[in-house]
Each structure stands twice: as C-alpha cells, then as structure tokens.
C-alpha cells in the first residue's frame, strides 16, 4: 500500500447522522472525495436531498430520527440497501441547548441526552453486527471542546458530548479486537452560518475565543472532514479509543 493509497475510501459506505448541514455534510463531502459512498441521515428531507444533489452519485438521502431507536435496525438496512454494507459510522447528530445549570429542567437535559448519547449508542449497535462479521469497521462519534473543558451554559450538551468520551474507550476495548475501530473527534470552533449568527450578535464572546486559540482563526468544516477521512481510513489501522481534537489549538491555548 502506497501512501496515497492509504487514505482512500474506495469500496467502503459510510452513514453519517445529522448528514445534511453543517458538519455532517462537510464530512460527507470530504468522505466521497476520498471514494467512499455516504449515506446522509437526518429528520429533514429537503436538506438531505439538497446535500446528496450537491455531492453526487455517491451520496444517498435517507429520512431517519436517530430518537426513534426501534426504527435503527430498519434505518441501517435501509441505508445498506442504498449503498451497501456499512463500514463507516458518524454519529454526528445533535441538538443544543443554552441554558444555566439551574435554569435547564430535566426534561430538556433528558431530551439532549436522547439524541446525542441514547441514539448514538443505538444505532452504534445496530450497525455493529454487521461490521464485527466482516472484520473490519471505523465508528467516529462527533465530541466537542465541552467534552474536554467547561463551558457555562451547556450542562446539558456538556454531559452529552462527554458521555462520547467514555463511549468510544468502552467500545474500543470490547470491538477492537474484532476490526473494529472506535474514536472521537472533538471539532473546535468552526465557522458556519449557525456560528457566525451566534457570534456577529456577540463580539466579546467571539474575541474571546480567537484571544484563546493559538492560530488565531476559525476553523472550516472540511477541517473535520479530513480528519475523518484519515480516521476511516487504513492510515489509522492501529488507532482506536482516541479523541482527536481539530481546533486550532484551543484545548492548549491559554
């Protein structure tokens, strides 16, 4: 294997939640670039059609609530009889929610919780099967520098995108062995429209986190797509249970 040849996805599927926007859909690009086939999965039709559209042959749209864990089974061998069986997973969906720790209710603590944590770990499951029979597999879930650090304001989406954190070293150790590779990429900030709305109403805030990240800049989704290129890659053959932050150096910075 030349090193080239070492970060290509050819013959290989991935299924990546929360695929039609943002960070999911720049993976998606990245990842067909490199020659695989991606199935995008998100609540919303329209946006999955609009993001396969821009992709290409191969990407496939694939309406699914990663929530709705009894419909995971069926979600997985929908998406396998799209594309073929599944040797890449991306569990890239998620909701936030900016609350106080004393001002967030149970109920939206639960609700992030159900999304990022509970339908990761389902449809982890019902995609595992497949990729321990075939010896060989890369799931990647999608942390953050609130899984590495605090941040105020997020308890909720902090303890979710932590969870992540022990997720992929329990996996590690019990699908390693069998092929199967687990990691995390923790993305920093990463320009978007969603950041850029959040930010351009908050200059301090924005100040703040350039003032902490030592290459002075946001950065873009392919960023995180590449990285995830390389994770599913046979470059890291022999990586697993790692988190790999992609943040320009904010989890060091000071």
């Known amino acids: 294997m030349n090193q080239l040849s070492a970060f290509q996805l050819h013959n290989q599927t991935a299924l990546i939640t929360g695929g039609g926007t943002g960070l999911g859909l720049g993976m998606a690009r990245c990842l067909a670039e490199a020659g695989a086939k991606v199935v995008l999965v998100g609540r919303r039709t329209s946006e999955l059609e609009r ?3 821009e992709i290409g042959d191969a ?14 089974p069926s979600l997985v061998q929908q ?16 909701i936030h929610l900016k609350k106080l720790a004393l001002d967030t209710s149970p109920e939206e603590f639960l609700q992030v919780l159900n999304t990022h944590v509970i339908g ?4 982890t499951c019902a995609v595992l099967p497949g990729m321990i029979a075939r010896g060989h597999g890369s799931v990647i879930f999608i942390a953050s520098m609130a899984s590495l650090f605090g941040i105020p304001r997020v308890i909720a989406y902090s303890a979710a995108k932590s969870a992540f954190i022990g997720m992929v070293r329990t ?7 069998d092929g199967v590779r687990v990691n995390a990429i923790a ?8 950041m850029r709305k959040a930010l351009d109403s908050d200059p301090a805030r924005r100040d703040k986190i350039l003032a902490r ?3 002075g800049r946001f950065g873009e989704a392919a960023d995180i797509g590449y990285a995830a290129v390389y994770l599913s890659s046979p470059a890291a053959k022999f990586v697993t249970g790692t988190v790999l932050p992609v943040d320009g150096g904010v989890s060091i910075g000071f």
């Open 59 to 72: 990407a496939f749209p694939l309406q699914g609530d990663v929530t709705d864990t009894a419909s995971l």
């Open 187 to 194: 993305p920093g900030w990463i320009d978007s429209d969603m």
């Open 213 to 215: 990240t030592p290459m």
């Open 120 to 123: 990761a770990h389902a449809l």
């Open 79 to 94: 998406a396998e009889q799209l594309a073929g069986p599944i040797s890449i997973l991306i569990n890239n969906a998620g």
């Open 171 to 177: 996996l590690a150790t019990e699908v390693s062995g």
């Open 51 to 53: 993001a396969a559209a």
